[in-house]
Structure formats: structure tokens, C-alpha cells
């Protein structure tokens, strides 16, 4: 007889029950099904409410604050990038706006020594992580694959191949634990690329060998022109961990509480040595997919007005102010900085950029293949024949 879901439910929260660590709480004791409807500590006007589930305790206010700070310089921030393709400054912005929420709340949550693993959307989490915003905006620019160290940042270029990060974020976190250290993989993926066979490969890789890697699906509702009910069948995208035995959870993206609170008790559990969290935050997209696109085509104004008034950063406003720790003078403190951090960012975008051409061509592989070589002496080669048609004027400049 096949079983059935109470009976797989409990040993599933056996498993985990046994699993838990010495002195480590296990936050994940319900097993590996989500919650029935996503987690959240606000309601949509910004009012503390129970969540569905006692697995998680609302974060520190202290910490709800500085998460607020950095929504408010994030929610400059893109609207700047938005501005500079306008000015022809920047190729192309994929904006966050109504994200925030998942993208401060999550990276919050790591340390700076973790990895993380963003897509194209994720600028502003880039940003809250303390990237200079410059370099960030570099491969937007066109400039060059990723404007800051990899390395150096533990921050992996922004992907714009769907999914094929979550690879990359779960070998590193499987490299980490196998080298004894406890540095966990935060890797964020849209609703689209879960289609994706590698989101698939990467969640098995994960799950079998307890890679400790964090999949934060920001499901924002749509992959270009494409509403998630063509894109799954599933009740939500979290229960797709459970196949694989990767516990998993849905949460309200767009409450800050809710995003610190889930994604935190998921890193401390994949830093115990669990094994990997898959979380859903359910969110929404309110601008364009890219300043390249047109969304009257395929979506209602009424659709994207409903979810402006579940705005993020205002939902955290007025919990924040309903607790005593913000006031008009703070706001207007935070929104002062995010202001100059928006003028420096804008200062700097329009000093001309000097590119480098062959950087193209380097960091693809560990070494230049041949045919890399080939293509970038190629480019040289066509860099020199323009210069000497140009009049001599130009050929020093
Ligand atoms: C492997 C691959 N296939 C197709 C594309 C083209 N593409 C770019 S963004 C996108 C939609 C992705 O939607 P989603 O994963 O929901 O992320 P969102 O843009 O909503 O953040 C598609 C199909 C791509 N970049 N990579
Ligand atoms: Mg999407």
C-alpha cells in the first residue's frame, strides 16, 4: 500500500528530529513539508500577526531596523540604475523594486566569509552585502563579466544563464564542508528557472552529499511574459524540495520579519551540517522585466497596483514606527543617505569607462583555452585595423 502523507510526514520529522545536532535546535522538526500557506510576521498593512507555523521567532528589532536602512538605500539604488539606462549610462537593468524584502532579509542573514550566488535581478542584495555599487553595475554596463572580485567578495558573478549557479553554489558549499569548514552557500534562483533541469540536478547534488547551500526561490510571479501557472503545476514551488529530501519552506517575500527569520534558522541549519533548505519567498516584480521590455503586452495595471499596496519597505515602515523605532526624523536620516548614496553612484557612472578589451577573454577558464586565444588575438587584430583608418586626431585619443 503506498503511504501516506501523515506517514511520510512523520518520518520525515523523525529524520530530522534525529538529525538535529548536539545542542543545535532543529528548526525544520515538522519535516520537509512547507508550511500550508507562506510564513509571516506582518500582515499586508504592516501589523504583527501569528504566524501559520511556531517553527520560527520573529528576528531582533535592532536587526528588523538595519534590514529597513538598507531597503530604503536599495530601493534608491534602483531606481538610479533604472535612471542610467535612461541616460544611456547602463545596457540594461532588471529592476527589484517590491524585492527588497528578499534580497536584504536573505543576505542578512549570511556572513561575509559565506558565498553567494546571484542572478541578474539581484543587484540590490549585491549592494546590501556592501559591494561597491559600481562594480556592480559593471556587467550591466557591458564593461565586463562582474566589476568585483569573486574571490575576494565570495560573491559570484551575477548569472544571467538560468539556474546554472545553483550548480556552481552547491559544489562550493559541498567544497567548503569537505575542507572542514562551516561556510554555508546562499543561492537565489527566480520561479522561471525552476523548469531549469540544473535547479533539479542541484537540489539532488545537494541533498545527497548535505551540501550546505541555502535555494531561495524569489518567486516574483512571472518569468518575462510568463505567469507561474504556466510554469508549474505545482501548490507551490517549495514543495519541490520534498522529492529530493530537501526540507523546504513558503514565506511572504514581502515581509522583511517573515525573510529574516526563515532564511536565518535555514543557514544555521545548513551551517550545522544538515544539509541544503529550499525556500520559497513569494513576492512580486512591479516594474518591467528589463527597462527593454513592455509588460502592457501580457499583464493588467490592476494586476501590479494590488501588489504596490503589499509594498515591502512601507509594510516595514509601519511595523517599525508601531514598535517605537522609527520616527520621521530617522526615516527622513535613512532616506538622506540612501539620496547620497544614489548622487555618488550617479557621479561616478558617468566618468567615461575604460573597458578593457581582452578582460573579455580571461577568468572564462582556470587558463585560456585555444580558441580563446584565437578569438581575442582576432579582436586585437581588428582593434589595430580600426585604428589605422582612423585620421590622427583619433588615433591618440
Ligand atoms: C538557460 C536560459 N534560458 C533562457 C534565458 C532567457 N531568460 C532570461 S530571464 C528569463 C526569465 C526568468 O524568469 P525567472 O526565473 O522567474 O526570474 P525573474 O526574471 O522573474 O527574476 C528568461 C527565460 C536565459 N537567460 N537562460
Ligand atoms: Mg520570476
Redesign the pocket.
Known amino acids: 500500500m503506498a503511504p501516506t502523507r501523515k506517514a511520510a510526514n512523520a518520518r520525515a520529522s523523525k529524520a530530522a528530529e534525529q538529525a538535529a545536532p548536539d545542542g543545535v535546535e532543529a528548526p525544520f522538526q515538522k519535516g520537509l513539508i512547507p508550511a500550508p500557506t507562506p510564513v509571516s510576521f506582518l500582515d499586508a498593512h504592516g501589523e504583527r500577526v501569528t504566524p501559520v507555523t511556531d517553527d520560527y521567532v520573529a528576528p531582533d528589532d535592532d536587526d528588523v531596523l538595519e534590514c529597513y536602512r538598507r531597503m530604503v538605500i536599495g530601493r534608491r539604488f534602483d531606481a538610479q540604475a533604472t535612471a542610467l539606462t535612461k541616460q544611456g549610462r547602463l545596457a540594461v537593468y532588471?529592476s527589484s523594486r517590491g524585492q527588497e524584502a528578499c534580497q536584504v532579509g536573505s543576505v542578512l542573514r549570511i556572513r561575509e566569509d559565506d558565498w553567494f550566488f546571484p542572478?541578474y535581478?539581484d543587484s540590490v542584495a549585491l549592494v546590501s552585502r556592501g559591494i561597491d555599487p559600481v562594480e556592480v553595475l559593471t556587467l550591466l554596463r557591458g564593461d565586463a563579466h562582474c566589476g568585483y572580485d569573486p574571490a575576494a567578495t565570495h560573491t559570484a558573478a551575477q548569472c544571467?544563464?538560468?539556474?546554472t549557479q545553483l550548480l556552481h553554489a552547491a559544489g562550493v558549499a559541498y567544497g567548503e564542508r569537505r575542507q572542514g569548514r562551516d561556510r554555508v552557500a546562499l543561492a537565489f534562483?527566480?520561479?522561471?528557472?525552476t523548469s531549469?533541469g540544473d535547479f533539479h540536478e542541484a537540489l539532488n547534488f545537494a541533498a545527497v552529499f548535505k551540501a550546505p547551500v541555502v535555494f531561495v526561490v524569489?518567486n516574483?510571479g512571472?518569468?518575462?511574459s510568463v505567469p507561474l501557472e504556466k510554469q508549474t503545476a505545482a501548490p507551490s514551488l517549495a514543495y519541490k524540495g520534498i522529492g529530493y529530501g530537501v526540507v523546504c519552506e513558503q514565506v511572504d517575500g514581502n515581509d522583511a520579519l517573515a525573510v529574516l527569520a526563515v532564511v536565518g534558522k535555514a543557514v544555521d541549519w545548513a551551517r550545522s551540517g544538515k544539509g541544503p533548505v529550499l525556500i520559497e519567498l513569494h513576492t512580486y516584480?512591479v516594474e518591467a522585466?528589463t527597462n527593454a521590455d513592455d509588460q502592457t503586452r501580457y499583464r493588467t495595471s490592476d494586476e501590479v497596483e494590488s501588489w504596490k499596496q503589499k509594498d515591502p519597505v512601507e509594510r516595514l515602515a509601519t511595523y517599525l514606527r508601531s514598535v517605537g523605532r522609527l520616527d520621521d526624523d530617522l526615516d527622513a536620516q535613512y532616506a538622506q543617505e540612501a539620496e547620497d548614496f544614489a548622487a555618488d553612484l550617479r557621479d561616478r557612472m558617468n566618468e567615461d569607462a575604460q573597458p578593457q578589451v581582452t578582460s573579455m577573454f580571461a577568468h572564462v577558464y582556470d587558463g585560456p583555452t585555444a580558441q580563446l586565444v584565437e578569438q581575442r588575438d582576432m579582436v586585437l587584430e581588428e582593434i589595430e585595423a580600426e585604428r589605422e583608418t582612423l585620421p590622427a586626431s583619433g588615433k591618440d585619443a
Open positions: 532588471p542572478t535581478r544571467t544563464p538560468l539556474a534562483i527566480g520561479d522561471g528557472a531549469e524569489q516574483n512571472w518569468a518575462i516584480r522585466h
